[in-house]
């Protein structure tokens, strides 16, 4: 089942980072060229208008691939992938919150907490290829390595890749509702 699951997160990890990559291209070509800013529009304005619903479902698959991983296939979580945790987990009920509220405006406190949780993803990635060093987990004496790979898809994708993945794109739907949605209040 583990490798059923990794494969699945895999793929949509890979479809979350063509979207990151596709909506930041969108953004750049918008901020660049008037012209290109009527034709994508009308993504924009879906993305925008609909920000805190794709962030939701984002945030809720990682929520559930982290509770997989260390619940039903057994992986110890280290203290870095605790710290995601705690980025992510709250957002579930705040975006709920938000979504069946209406109110656009948690953006901001979403995007904080995304980029927090992406930077520490982010560092946590690096230390897993080994392009940077730190100290490991195992060495406070509670936790697992975080160097230790628990999963490798398509030769790059680990769990704080997913979790990297996850936070940008929910960081990238809260800066688009930003800056579409809100000035027109």
């Known amino acids: 089942m583990a490798t059923l699951v990794n494969q699945i997160l895999g793929l949509l990890t890979i479809a979350g980072d063509i979207v990151v990559v596709g909506l930041v291209v969108l953004l750049v070509l918008q901020g660049v060229n008037e012209r290109a800013s009527h034709q994508t529009g009308a993504i924009s304005n879906l993305v925008a208008n609909n920000a805190i619903l794709f962030s939701l479902i984002v945030v809720v698959l990682a929520t559930a691939g982290s509770l997989f991983y260390s619940e039903i296939a057994g992986y110890e979580p280290c203290k870095l992938c605790w710290f995601q945790r705690i980025f992510m987990y709250p957002q579930v009920v705040l975006l709920s919150l938000a979504l069946w509220k ?7 406190y979403s995007l904080w907490l995304s980029g927090i949780g992406a930077v520490i993803a982010g560092y946590h990635y690096l ?6 060093s730190g100290v490991p987990c195992a060495a406070v004496g509670y936790s697992a390595s975080c160097s230790q790979r628990f999963v490798l898809q398509h030769g790059y994708i680990t769990i704080p890749m997913m979790a990297f993945t996850a936070f940008l794109m929910i960081a990238v739907f809260m800066v688009i509702q930003r800056k579409i949605v809100l000035p027109k209040r």
């Open 102 to 108: 209406r109110d656009s405006n948690i953006s901001l």
């Open 127 to 132: 230390l897993q290829i080994g392009v940077t």
